[in-house]
Structure formats: C-alpha cells, structure tokens
C-alpha cells in the first residue's frame, strides 16, 4: 500500500499570507495526486487533481505542483474562508489513501 | 445537479450488521464508478472501498476486507454497502463518492451518514 505523510500537520497564519503544505508518497505515484479541503460539518471539496491541475471553480489563488513522490499545495493570499483542513490523496493505485490532513487556522 | 445522498446509517451493536445506501442523481449513474470514504470523530479521511461502473470489479481497504460488501445497482441508480460483524472503530461518518477512471479523483461527495458502534 502507498503511505502518505503531510506536513506540517497544522499551521496557523493571517489572511493575505502565502502558505504551502507538502505532501510525500511512499513510492512513485507520478501525478496521481489530488488535493482536497474539508471545513467542518462538511463533504470534502476538490481543489487539485492530477497534482497541479485546478478545478473548475476553485479560485486561482490555490495552485498545486510535484510529481512522482512530492507535493506541494500552495494557497497565494490566504482569504478568510480558505481555513480548513486539506487531504491529499493519490489515485495511482487502490488503496486510495489520503494523508492524514493539514489544519489551517487563524493566527 | 448532481446529487448522493446517503441513508441507513445509525446506532448498532457491535458484531451487528447495517446496509447504508446512497441514490444518486443528476448524472449517468452507470458511467461512473463510485466509493465509500469514512471519517472517525476529529479524524481524518479514509477511503473504505471502490466498485466500478459495471459492478464486477470491487477493491477494500484491509480494516474492512471480508467485512464489508461494496455492491450497486444501476437500474436504481443506488450504491450499497454492506457491513457486517462491525466494531467500535467501524464509527464513523461514511460518506459516498463519485469516480472516474478517466479523471482519477473524487470529485462529488455526498453530505454523509453516520455510523455508530456501540453497545
């Protein structure tokens, strides 16, 4: 099974900050690599898939990069609704993990 | 609009058996293969099990081979999932997804239903 790791697990930051969460796979998955944000009370929404592309109607501030066993998720200016927990979660092969999320909370 | 909505969860005992269920709409439910995500309380996303457009192809996670039975029929537009022999750390909110091979990534989620195990 591919094991996946985020870092970091939390972090908290301001509205207007640039922010950016890693992930790492435990073998090469190339981009099958997508990137969710969950708020809580709520389903898990797409942002990223295919490791850097955006999904229609995910404001262009969230921007995703990497391949093979590392990921990058970068939020440009953090907004007041982007803080939430973000999964990434790989699709090479079933299991279909996802890490174990990053909390991004106000400073 | 495409919408899952879940049903059939609840408070069971453990070693006990459930069958939630997730009836789709506002998309060709065949073309699409569909999987089981849960969450514990404060934890994170785990994915469950997956079955493809047809239903011959299934795959589970190992905490629940054996246990659970991922099945779905396309004439209703429903997914299934069968649980049986269920334990405390089965608890969780379990949410159903939509999937395609094509896309490779989980792109609408029903709102969840909850599961609790507990005697």
């Known amino acids: 099974d591919i094991q996946m790791t985020q870092s970091p697990s939390s972090l908290s930051a301001s509205v207007g900050d640039r922010v950016t969460i890693t992930c790492r796979t435990s073998q090469s998955i190339s981009s099958f690599l997508n990137w969710y944000q969950q708020k809580p009370g709520k389903a898990p929404k797409l942002l990223i898939f295919a490791a850097s592309s955006l999904q229609t109607g995910v404001p262009s501030r969230f921007s995703g990069s990497g391949s093979g066993t590392d990921f990058t998720l970068t939020l440009s200016s953090l907004q007041p609704e982007d803080f939430a927990t973000y999964y990434c979660q790989q699709s090479f092969s079933t299991p279909f993990t996802f890490g174990p999320g990053t909390k991004v909370d106000v400073k | 609009e495409v919408q899952l909505v879940e049903s059939g969860g609840g408070l069971i005992q453990p070693g006990g058996s459930l069958r939630l269920s997730c009836a789709a709409s506002g998309f060709t439910f065949s073309s699409y293969e569909m999987n089981w995500v849960r969450q514990a309380p404060g934890k994170g996303l785990e994915w469950v099990s997956y079955?493809?457009?047809?239903?011959?192809?299934?795959h589970y996670a190992d905490s629940v081979k054996g246990r659970f039975t991922i099945s779905r029929d396309n004439a209703k537009k429903s997914l299934y999932l069968q649980m049986t022999s269920l334990r405390a750390e089965d608890s969780a909110l379990y949410y159903c997804?939509?999937?395609?091979?094509?896309?490779?990534?989980?792109?609408?989620w029903g709102q969840g239903i909850l599961v609790t195990v507990s005697s």
């Open positions: 997804a939509r999937y395609s091979r094509r896309t490779a990534y989980f792109d609408y």
């Open positions: 079955i493809s457009t047809g239903g011959s192809t299934t």
